[in-house]
C-alpha cells in the first residue's frame, strides 16, 4: 500500500513536470537561392509551418546591394550594403515607415567569424561555421533561430528553424545577410 501512495506521488509530480514545462514553438522554412538569370541574389523561402510566403527582389543595376523582403508580396524589409565601410555593413529599414531601424555587421575574429545585428529590434549574434552553412542566430544568449544547408540540391537551399515568438521576416532577413555576406 505504502509503495502504491509513494508510486502515485511520483507520477503526479513527473507528469505536472512535464505539464509545467513551457513550449517552444518552431517555425521552419525553405530559403532557396534563386537562378543564374538573377545574379543570384533572388530568394524563395516557403514556411513549411504556415501560409505566410516570402521572397526576395533586388535591383541589379546598382552600385551596392540592395535587397527587398517581401511578405506575402508586400515589401517588409529593405536591406542596403554600405560600401565604404571597414567592415561588411548593412542597413535594415522598415518597409511600412520607411526608417532604418538597424544593422547587420560582419565582426573579424582571429578564428571563425561573428555577426552581429543590433537596432530597435534588439541585438543578435550569428555565429557558426559559416563555410559549412550550419549557424545560429542568438539573442541574450539564447538561441532564437538556426540554419543549415541542405545538400543535393541544384541551386544553394537552407533550411531555417525559428524558436519561440521571433520576427519571422527578421530572422528569414538575416539569413539571406548572411549568404550575401558569404558568397558575393
Known sequence: MKFTIIAFITFGLLLAFVQCRSRVAVTKYEIKQGSIFTGGRSY??????NNI?????????????????????????FVTHKLLNLWSTWSITDAIT????????????????????????????IKGEFGKHTYKISKNHHKVAQIHKDRF??????????????DQ?????????VDEIRQH
Open 44 to 49: 524563395d523561402i516557403k514556411s513549411k509551418t
Open 53 to 77: 510566403r516570402f521572397s526576395t527582389e533586388n535591383e541589379l543595376f546598382r552600385i551596392g546591394k540592395k535587397l527587398t523582403l517581401l511578405e506575402n508580396g508586400k515589401p517588409r524589409y
Open 98 to 125: 520607411g526608417r532604418e531601424v538597424g544593422q547587420i555587421k560582419n565582426k573579424f575574429k582571429v578564428i571563425g567569424a561573428k555577426i552581429h545585428a543590433e537596432g530597435d529590434f534588439g541585438k543578435y549574434v
Open 153 to 166: 540540391h541544384l541551386h544553394d537551399t537552407y533550411g531555417l528553424k525559428v524558436y519561440g515568438n521571433e
Open 169 to 177: 521576416a527578421l530572422m528569414i532577413l538575416f539569413a539571406i545577410v
